[in-house]
């Protein structure tokens, strides 16, 4: 038996900061990179005496990486140890697998099941950690080949490439709040998806969940109580490894997709943080008899709007450090900060009304809606007005604008809270060339997401002007990603996805 599932990254698009304390929101946009953890057994049969072991075996491969460690799981207690790896281990994996496996031991109720679940875990369990080649910056290898900064390159980079390490942290030159990660990334949330991906595929593997029956979530189903169960493992699962209870906007991303996400009160989590880690069963059976309260709201960009992400080439930033450093203003200043927060907040409310309002006209006057977006593709923001002549495509069009107002008053807010904070929000590098997308043909919006710095930039692009926005990118030296919103959250998939991606790779070449 081999489970694969799979979950997306994510950009915020609105709500930086802001979604760390209640009631705040944040809208999240889910993207088409995934990360993906296949569970098969270590072993087909059990010996006779194997029902008599405290202990099964437990094997993580990432071959991104070129890691592999090995762990004994303690039957009784749900804990790992550590027996042999040839680098570090992960944090993150061990956690999520910890968690889900005290989760499937405190669910399941009746003897027959309690005897299963233990024989499928005495088979041992071998996992293995794949992750899209977007989460991860490929720039150096791309300019060591003195190749261009294009989409087309990184087309034609392997599936799961292996992965680039920072120098400066393979050599040992950067410490402190300045270090870098370890591993060069592009800020799409690769911890949140990891996590959530491989206990997803977890859950499923030892029964607990049902992620065949996964559709939207509503209240009360099978298929909602399942995600909600995921969620709240995976939740807990990332903030112990992390060392802190975040937002969890990335992990709530990765479990229900796009959406307005407000927080959960931190407090659900406490006996987890004081716990850290010993007697599982207690912990898990404490977080899943919680009321979890945050709010996702459905939310996704409406039509003939695209989703262009660019990595500016910085190796990625320190988002703890600048959150500390954010959070040190708001106690210092508590009058201005908060000011300032309560700007945020109305404009970044504004922009989801807006972008639901332009939902809306498209469901309602989908010929009138399709007209304005094309023509608009075509145009800079100035002249779309010229566009509209009838009442419903003045609508739109207003709209639009409306939309875009708000997101520049959004990013005038985030900067004066960089520059008070003192911290790189919104670099001035940053600024120039957001500025410079912002007033090309068809962009609604450009920005800096989640906790902004040199991670990434992102562009909501109307109609086919994305290509533009792209060469633009390119020739400034910014890397055009191809990842785009995906409104999906996590997937029950169908085999090893690096098969599935040889098979296209032939198939194409066969067409072609």
């Known amino acids: 038996m081999e489970v694969v599932a799979s979950a997306p990254g994510k950009v915020l698009v609105a709500g930086g900061y802001l979604v760390l304390e209640r009631p705040n929101a944040g809208l999240v946009l889910s993207t088409s990179a995934r990360f993906y953890a296949i569970v098969r057994p270590l072993r087909d049969e059990l010996s006779h005496d194997s029902w008599a072991w405290a202990w099964t075996d437990v094997k993580v491969t990432s071959p991104q990486l070129s890691r592999e460690a090995t762990y004994k799981l303690s039957l009784k ?3 790992l140890q550590l027996t042999s790896s ?7 994996v061990e956690q999520a697998v910890q968690f889900s496996v005290a989760a499937a031991k405190v669910t399941v109720t009746d003897k027959e099941g309690k005897e299963a679940l233990d024989k499928l875990l005495l088979q041992g369990l071998h996992i293995t950690i794949l992750g899209c080649n977007d989460f991860y910056s490929y720039r150096k290898q791309i300019e060591a080949r003195g190749l261009p900064l294009t989409p087309e390159v990184l087309l034609s980079l392997p599936p799961f490439c292996s992965i680039t390490f920072n120098s400066e942290v393979a050599n040992g030159t950067m410490t ?6 370890e591993v060069a990334k592009t800020g799409l949330g690769s911890s949140a998806a990891m996590t959530t991906s491989v206990v997803a595929a977890l859950l499923h593997y030892l029964g607990t969940v049902n992620l065949s029956c996964l559709g939207q979530s509503s209240g009360g189903n099978a298929a909602g109580r399942d995600l909600d169960l995921l969620h709240a493992i995976a939740q807990s699962a990332h903030c112990i490894a992390q060392g802190k209870i975040g937002s969890g906007f990335d992990v709530s991303a990765a479990v229900y997709g796009s959406q307005r996400y407000t927080r959960f009160s931190p407090e659900i989590l406490s006996s987890a943080q004081v716990t850290g880690g010993h007697c599982m069963a207690d912990v898990v059976a404490d977080i899943v008899t919680q009321s979890w309260d945050h709010e996702k709201v459905k939310f996704s960009l409406p039509p003939l709007m695209s989703l262009l992400l660019g990595e500016p080439g910085t190796g990625g930033s320190s988002t703890p450090s600048m959150v500390g450093s954010v959070k040190q203003w708001q106690k210092s200043d508590p009058q201005k900060s908060k000011e300032t927060w309560s700007k945020l907040g109305i404009a970044n409310s504004v922009l989801e009304n807006q972008l639901r309002n332009l939902n809306k006209l498209a469901e309602d006057h989908w010929e009138a809606y399709e007209s304005v977006l094309r023509s608009c593709s075509r145009l800079t923001c100035s002249k779309w007005t010229e566009v509209a002549t009838n009442q419903h495509q003045e609508l739109i069009v ?6 875009r107002d708000a997101f520049l008053e959004i990013r005038l807010h985030m900067r004066e809270m960089g520059i008070a904070a003192g911290v790189p929000i919104e670099p001035e590098s940053q600024t120039q060339l957001l500025d410079a997308t912002m ?6 919006l450009a920005g800096v997401p989640g906790a902004g710095g040199f991670d990434a930039v992102f562009s909501v692009i109307l109609g086919e002007a994305s290509d533009a926005v792209a060469k633009a990118w390119s020739s400034a030296g910014v890397l055009p990603l191809l990842v785009r919103e995906d409104p999906r959250g996590v997937s029950l998939e169908a085999g090893d996805p690096r098969t599935r991606e040889v098979s296209t790779a032939v198939s194409s070449i066969q067409i072609n």
């Open 439 to 444: 007033n090309m043909e068809g962009v609604l």
């Open 77 to 79: 207690k749900s804990t």
């Open 176 to 181: 402190g709040e300045n270090c870098k990660p």
């Open 398 to 403: 207003r709209s639009l604008l409306a939309a």
């Open 86 to 92: 040839r680098e570090s281990a992960n944090p993150f």
